[in-house]
Nanobody, 115 residues
Framework: QVQLLESGGGLVQAGGSLKLSCIASGGTFRIFTFGWYRQAPGKQRELVASIGKDDSTNYADSVKGRFTISRNSARNTVYLQMNSLKPEDASVYYC?????????WGQGTQVTVSS
């Protein structure tokens, strides 16, 4: 069973930066596509960024140029570097691992951005 553990959330002022981490265990890290999603209260969960097993990346338009997703196979970890944070980026951020029909989620980490 794959387990995902996110960390790195917290409170930051608008314009600041945070780096989220997602450590994966219980599976073969290199075969997964990973994604960072976020969900604000009363809103649907949305894809923020994803990274394939070939390191190809994809970003939501709202975060392009500000967020960077990366993966480190030696550490079984996926990162989300978030710069120039805005109040509208405040959400619970979730890590997702996907391989064929299997999808796994972490428990989420809260990001709060003060204006």
């Amino acid at each position: 069973q794959v387990q995902l553990l996110e960390s790195g959330g917290g409170l930051v002022q608008a314009g600041g930066s945070l780096k989220l981490s997602c450590i994966a265990s219980g599976g073969t890290f290199r075969i997964f596509t990973f994604g960072w999603y976020r969900q604000a209260p009363g809103k649907q969960r949305e894809l923020v960024a994803s990274i394939g097993k070939d390191d190809s990346t994809n970003y939501a338009d709202s975060v392009k140029g500000r967020f960077t997703i990366s993966r480190n196979s030696a550490r079984n970890t996926v990162y989300l570097q978030m710069n120039s944070l805005k109040p509208e980026d405040a959400s619970v951020y979730y890590c997702q691992a996907r391989f064929l029909a299997a999808t796994y989620w972490g428990q989420g980490t809260q990001v709060t951005v003060s204006s």
